[in-house]
Nanobody, 124 residues
Framework: QLQLVESGGGLVQPGGSLRLSCAAS????????IGWFRQAPGKEREGVSC????????VYAASVKGRFTISRDNAKNTVFLQMNSLKPEDTAVYYC?????????????????WGQGTQVTVSS
């Protein structure tokens, strides 16, 4: 059974940084592209970023480009999302999800396995 577990969320002040982790168990992570999504209260789940199986290709939502960096360490079976210059509007539950590739990466319905999410709150 494919399992993904997110961690690293928390409360941070505007301008601060957090590093989210997405750890896989029950399967080899390097067989899958990994997407990060977020969902704020009352809003739809939105794509944040995606990384290809090798890590050689990454994509970002316009709202986070230049501030967030996605990376992966296949030896550790983990994908990371480094979030810098955080803004209050980044507040959401963040999820990672797996799929064969990052095609249509912004669409949650393409991704088959999901973690339980980790809360990120940006507030002073």
């Amino acid at each position: 059974q494919l399992q993904l577990v997110e961690s690293g969320g928390g409360l941070v002040q505007p301008g601060g940084s957090l590093r989210l982790s997405c750890a896989a168990s029950g399967f080899t992570l390097d067989d899958y592209a990994i997407g990060w999504f977020r969902q704020a209260p009352g809003k739809e789940r939105e794509g944040v970023s995606c990384i290809s199986t090798s890590g050689g290709s990454t994509v970002y939502a316009a709202s986070v480009k230049g501030r967030f960096t996605i990376s992966r360490d296949n030896a550790k079976n983990t994908v990371f999302l480094q979030m810098n210059s955080l803004k209050p509007e980044d507040t959401a539950v963040y999820y990672c999800a797996s799929e064969e590739d990052c095609w249509s990466w912004w669409s949650p319905i393409r991704f088959s396995s999901w973690g339980q999410g980790t809360q990120v709150t940006v507030s002073s």
